[in-house]
């Protein structure tokens, strides 16, 4: 059974700075592409950045310049990197990838920013 498994939220100052993780697990099979969505409390999930299998990732506007999306394809792993962090960015954080043309999501993690 494929999972993903996210890791790395928590409570933060702003100006701080988390690194998300997110491993799949109970496949051989590599992710295709990832990317990170957010969903605050009211609100709908917004993605936030993606990373396709070549090419370059890319993100929406209120995170440019701050974080970065990343992957580890020995570890079949993707990351966010978040530094700068705002009030603004709390909110639980999903992981989705695509791996051999299957859709999946991860648990998700909260992420506090405090003022």
């Known amino acids: 059974q494929v999972q993903l498994v996210e890791s790395g939220g928590g409570l933060v100052q702003a100006g701080g700075s988390l690194r998300l993780s997110c491993a799949a697990s109970?496949?051989?099979?590599?992710?295709?592409?990832g990317a990170w969505y957010r969903q605050a409390p009211g609100k709908q999930r917004d993605l936030v950045a993606t990373?396709?299998?070549?090419?370059?990732?890319n993100y929406t506007d209120s995170v440019k310049g701050r974080f970065t999306i990343s992957r580890d394809n020995v570890k079949n792993t993707v990351y966010l990197q978040m530094n700068s962090l705002k009030p603004e960015d709390t909110a639980v954080y999903y992981c989705?990838?695509?791996?051999?043309?299957?859709?999946?999501w991860g648990q998700g993690t909260q992420v506090t920013v405090s003022s």
């Open positions: 989705n990838a695509v791996i051999q043309y299957q859709d999946y």
């Open positions: 109970g496949t051989r099979f590599s992710i295709s592409s």
């Open positions: 990373i396709p299998s070549f090419g370059n990732a």
